[in-house]
């Protein structure tokens, strides 16, 4: 199995910035790593992922302002968050997901608060 550590987070005005960055123990082959994140009663949300080849893909919120980057021989992930706004406040989850054997694995997640 996977394992994920995220770090960063925290709390920012609106505006500012952020990094979350996303460690995957293990030797389970990854294909995707992203983050989602879940505000306060509403239902958990894609926000980006990226694919072993470099693939991108952004929740339309976000576009402009978050990048996902990652590092395949380091197994990380990092979501770098400009411009933060009030609506980006929420718990942020980082993912991994494998297809041989497959698998889905989550981590615990880490909040980003954003001061209007």
């Known amino acids: 199995q996977v394992q994920l550590v995220e770090s960063g987070g925290g709390l920012m005005q609106a505006g500012g910035s952020l990094r979350l960055s996303c460690a995957a123990s293990g030797s389970l082959s990854i294909n995707v790593m992203g983050w989602y994140r879940q505000a306060q009663g509403k239902r958990r949300e894609l926000v980006a992922t990226?694919?072993?080849?470099?693939?991108?893909n952004y929740v339309d919120s976000v576009k402009g302002r978050f990048t996902i980057t990652t590092d395949n021989a380091k197994r990380t992930t990092s979501l770098q968050m400009n411009s933060l706004k009030p609506e980006d406040t929420a718990v942020y989850y980082c993912y991994a997901q494998g297809s041989w054997p497959r698998y889905e694995s989550w981590g615990q997640g880490t909040q980003v608060t954003v001061s209007s």
């Open positions: 990226i694919t072993s080849g470099g693939s991108t």
